[in-house]
């Protein structure tokens, strides 16, 4: 620790501070005084002092405090506790494994280095005695590079990586550069196992009822190739159908597909199972589930537009790609109207001068039916300023500009995501009518115009948030450039389609009215996380109220029931329920709202996550590359001793690290008990002297 004194003020200032002791103490004891000169003199420099010591605090002093600390050598030993090492490993070469790994810490704790030992979540690991290896995923560049970020600025000498070398989630770590070296121990088995994988499955995730649909099977093998296998599909534990499969793939791979019928709504499990065979190294990697909603039909969509337009072709993209809708395009003179039932309408340049479609667009307006509006050339604007209730157009001179988007960083009805914020402020402009914009109190704008570098006030996709009036307008044409833009600058049409979907979603979605809701935050849940419910109650002028007693009950498959029972506050509406077995669940929950039970039902699934089953063969090329880059080493599993000997003979260097720190002297509690030990003494003395 080095202390030195700063001022907030000059130095020359403590000249000051101790004039004022000085004449203090002279205006007090100069005259005379009952106990005489020697005492009146002692009594004066004890007011001087604490007098000049008093005024001294107050210019602010602070001392500065260098404190050196020593960081001793440290080493993290990262230890993969995941599925796949449990697999390879009987449960006495489990236990051999374990005992090693300890001795091997132990003895390193014996050098001069600080030793943590860590699982691939980062936990702290006391012991490997009856260690279980359970983790479903390994993500080993997220564990290292949460390990680099945790040590930080700390005297790390060196990482140890006990692992396998199987990653199935995040990047390979062999591509990353790291601050300090990685000495790798590849345990597991190197050896391809003889062994048969249902490697994934594809199908899609929403079907509607009556269509039938695909689930393919993708197989591996090795050492099986010729071999006749068995493919079972069952759905209620029931097999539905059965395929025999030849392995004859090249590299072993192969494909089974099943087509099935879309029959009852709702969640369905499908089972895809692979019969085992005689010699197979691992049977867990047999099956694997399907989770299918089928729905009961599409949103439909009506797209009325006024003539051909690049732009319906970019909105038609943008709209299929969700399952949910269903896209009805109607232009006179070449797609008819269909009278049917529509979820949302797309009025494209309409009305227009010639009044096409008049009489239809009164009949949606009074129906209450959802419109987006898009404003062009042929859009006649007094007829679009009576039909829509968002915005009012007075266009000068029938003038139009070319305008760029420029996101509102205020708007609240939906998120739009960074990277679509990123990719609107560099889309190319579009044409839109020259004149003044009057907007609804209950608008919302998503973008504004931009002219050059200045936003205007002026809106260029707004939505209208009041429930009733479902609409949203969009003062100009030429999005359809938006959309090759972006491919020619990302080569994906993610943003904009993004931006569009969320629009339509938002007008298209039904209006919940409901006072009592019970929701899992997610359809599909893993076997490894809590399933998560939400919870939202409303009174009668659909204000959130809480304190209500909710009574939750989950069934399976087999008809077994788990009750719960929770009560709601304002910080806390969720609730939480783990270690649910893989499966398809229906809940209900009922709660007392208003005097009036109110019951909710709905399903979710909980899918058991698979991927360590899939591959079972250590890479311990992985493991080496980490270490050659690093500049660390690699060793095999039985080399534990070697590694020990390799970071005892390195040079262990503690790390000093310094810290500044200010303090004001007027806080040290030390100073005032010297203060009022002064005006003790003082006092004490004049008393014992007679004085007063």
Request: hydrophobic content about 40%; overall charge negative; charged content about 25%.
């Amino acid at each position: 620790m080095d202390p030195k004194i700063l001022f907030e003020t000059s130095p020359w200032f403590i000249l000051l501070c101790i004039l004022a002791g000085f004449f203090y103490a002279a205006l007090l004891y100069r005259r005379k005084n009952p106990w005489g000169k020697k005492a009146s003199l002692f009594l004066g420099f004890i007011r001087f002092i604490t007098v000049s010591v008093l005024a001294f605090l107050l210019l602010g002093p602070l001392v500065r405090q260098i404190q050196n600390k020593v960081l001793e050598p440290a080493i993290v030993i990262v230890v993969d506790d995941s599925r796949s090492i449990a697999a390879s490993y009987s449960e006495t070469e489990l236990e051999n494994l374990n005992s090693q790994i300890n001795r091997f810490i132990t003895d390193l704790k014996g050098y001069d280095y600080q030793v943590n030992v860590e699982d691939l979540q980062g936990d702290t690991v006391y012991s490997l005695t009856n260690r279980t290896y359970d983790q479903p995923v390994t993500n080993l560049s997220k564990t290292l590079n949460d390990i680099e970020n945790k040590y930080e600025g700390k005297n790390l000498q060196s990482v140890v990586l006990i692992s396998d070398g199987i990653y199935n989630r995040g990047i390979s770590p062999a591509y990353t550069n790291y601050s300090f070296p990685i000495y790798t121990l590849g345990i597991g088995d190197t050896v391809d196992k003889k062994d048969i994988i249902l490697k994934s499955l594809l199908y899609n995730k929403i079907v509607y009822q009556g269509n039938r649909f695909p689930i393919v099977a993708e197989i591996m093998n090795n050492g099986f190739l010729g071999k006749n296998i068995a493919v079972d599909i069952l759905q209620n534990r029931k097999i539905i159908e059965t395929r025999t499969l030849t392995l004859s793939g090249i590299l072993g791979f192969d494909r089974v597909e099943f087509e099935l019928d879309a029959g009852t709504s709702g969640l369905q499990r499908y089972v895809i199972a692979i019969r085992p065979e005689e010699g197979e190294f691992s049977t867990v990697n047999n099956t694997q589930e399907a989770y299918v909603e089928i729905v009961e039909g599409k949103e439909k969509i009506l797209l009325l537009a006024s003539s051909p337009h690049p732009d319906i072709k970019a909105l038609r993209s943008a709209i299929e790609k969700n399952e949910n809708y269903e896209l009805k395009i109607v232009i006179p003179g070449l797609y008819e109207y269909q009278a049917e039932k529509y979820d949302l309408v797309i009025l494209h340049q309409l009305p227009d001068r010639n009044n096409n479609f008049n009489d239809l667009l009164e009949s949606l307006v009074k129906d209450n039916i959802p419109v987006f509006y898009i404003i062009g050339e042929r859009t006649h604007i007094p007829r679009i300023n009576d039909l829509n209730r968002s915005l009012n157009l007075r266009p000068l001179r029938n003038q139009f500009d070319n305008t760029f988007p420029a996101y509102n960083p205020n708007f609240s009805l939906f998120n739009v995501a960074d990277e679509t914020v990123k990719i609107i402020s560099d889309l190319p402009p579009v044409s839109v009518p020259f004149g003044e914009y009057s907007l609804n109190a209950e608008v919302e704008v998503i973008l504004y115009q931009r002219v050059g570098n200045i936003v205007t006030g002026k809106p260029l996709l707004m939505i209208n948030k009041n429930q009733s009036t479902r609409e949203a307008l969009l003062s100009g044409t030429g999005i359809w450039q938006w959309r090759l833009n972006e491919f020619k600058e990302n080569q994906s049409f993610e943003g904009f389609d993004d931006l569009i979907s969320k629009v339509v979603q938002y007008l298209s979605a039904k209006e919940d009215k409901r006072k009592f809701r019970v929701y899992p935050l997610r359809n599909e849940f893993w076997d490894n996380e809590p399933v998560v419910f939400e919870t939202e109650i409303y009174n009668d002028i659909y204000e959130k109220i809480y304190g209500q007693k909710i009574d939750l009950t989950i069934t399976d498959e087999n008809d077994s029931a788990l009750s719960y029972s929770y009560v709601t506050s304002p910080g806390n509406t969720r609730f939480r329920i783990g270690g649910l077995n893989p499966g398809v669940y229906q809940y209900s929950s009922i709660s007392a709202v208003n005097g009036e039970n109110k019951k909710v039902t709905g399903m979710f699934s909980v899918q058991k996550m698979q991927m360590e089953s899939t591959t079972l063969t250590a890479n311990h090329q992985l493991l080496k590359e980490i270490s050659r880059r690093s500049g660390g080493k690699f060793f095999e599993g039985n080399q534990l001793d070697n590694l020990n000997d390799e970071l005892a003979k390195r040079d262990t260097v503690s790390m000093i690290v310094s810290s500044e720190n200010f303090l004001a002297i007027i806080n040290m509690k030390w100073i005032f008990f010297i203060i009022l030990a002064l005006f003790t003494l003082e006092w004490g003395f004049r008393k014992y002297l007679g004085g007063y």
